[in-house]
């Protein structure tokens, strides 16, 4: 337990090489002309040795300490969200860098930006509401190169590159899906757990966009994710006429569903539903759910190099990018 960690320079008298080659291999450095056979050699040594190259003599290397720093949100992480953390993980470790996930969920501004700050990361990727002039000033002080915020579409800043999100733009694809589809009324569904509220109440402006642009009644239901809760509401959807639900995301439509045939009424007769992120459940309830997809292909690697872009070029730019396309699936319950 006391023996001293083996450095590269044990691993180049391990090897049979210079400390340089050791360096060259292991960080996988360009412009070395080093065979295949001399790689192979220098990281069976430092197998051999469990060698881990030293973060702080990275840091003294490149300048940086090649961290991105992602803050945790205070919210529950569906399936979606991650697995884009995953793959964001994955495009930033190819470019050289490692993907942290840190805590502290509820600070915000300064005293945030101070905590991220302690971490020395090279780059944090966090929520808008969370960020500050103050606590963007902070960490540009603590040597961070790039500080990109998250927000909602609409929202813009001068101070940080942004990443936004459309909410209110899937509210009102799946308003229009369900009035298209001979819905009389649109109800939207928020809820009401703490971190997706949010989220809920720019998912429903977008449903009450296009029920006032129709001149169709509207309700707002805000909701708790239980089938008791959502049998209490059930006036809501016994209604003359057909009724359509927006249920915020997928798992909030089982439920609802769930609940609906527990109590006779039928989906999609008595009530249509639209949910979000085209779960792969959504495809084996009966009837199949009608949802909004979220298409984030392409978002990790444009993340991924875009921050790479800042980071090196140490740039006043201030990139703004889209995290997602999306697009209604059409199934049977509507």
């Known amino acids: 337990m ?6 590269s320079l044990d691993v180049a008298r391990e090897a049979g090489v210079s400390q340089a080659t050791v360096s060259y291999v292991l960080n996988n450095r360009e412009g070395a002309r080093i065979s295949d056979e001399t790689r192979a050699r220098v990281q069976e040594a430092a197998d051999r040795l469990g060698y881990v190259p030293h973060a702080g003599a990275r840091t003294l290397r490149t300048g940086h300490s090649g961290l991105v720093l992602v803050p945790l949100a205070d919210v529950p992480y569906g399936p979606l969200a991650v697995g884009l953390m995953e793959e964001l993980d994955r495009e930033l470790s190819q470019l050289g860098y490692t993907m942290i996930q840190y805590g502290a969920r509820r600070l915000k501004g300064v005293a945030a930006a101070r905590a991220w700050a302690g971490l020395r990361p090279v780059a944090v990727l966090a929520p ?38 459309d909410h209110e733009g899937i509210g009102a694809m799946a308003a229009e899906h369900l009035l298209a589809r001979g819905s009389r009324t649109l109800t939207a569904i928020v809820p009401a757990e703490d971190g997706l509220r949010d ?35 059930l006036d809501v959807w016994r209604t003359a006429g057909i009724s359509g639900v927006f249920a915020y995301n997928d798992e909030y439509a089982m439920l609802l569903m769930a609940v609906l045939a527990d109590n006779g009424l039928s989906v999609p007769g008595n009530v249509a539903v639209v949910g979000c992120d085209d779960l792969p459940l959504a495809k084996l309830l009966r009837p199949r759910l009608t949802t909004v997809r979220l298409d984030v292909t392409n978002a990790p690697a444009v993340l991924a190099q875009t921050l790479d872009q800042l980071v090196k070029e140490g740039t006043t730019r201030r990139p703004r990018l889209a995290l997602w396309t999306h697009a209604l699936v059409e199934r049977d319950s509507t």
């Open 2 to 7: 006391s023996a001293k960690p083996p450095t």
């Open 128 to 165: 808008a509401g969370r960020l500050t002039r103050q606590a963007v000033d902070v960490l540009h002080s603590a040597g961070i190169r790039a500080v990109i915020g998250i927000g909602a579409v609409g929202w813009s800043s001068e101070i940080v590159s942004t990443v936004t999100m």
């Open 199 to 233: 989220m809920g109440l720019l998912r429903a402006a977008g449903v009450q966009r296009v029920a006032a642009a129709r001149g169709v009644p509207y309700t707002r239901v805000d909701l708790a994710f239980s089938e008791t809760a959502t049998a209490a509401r």
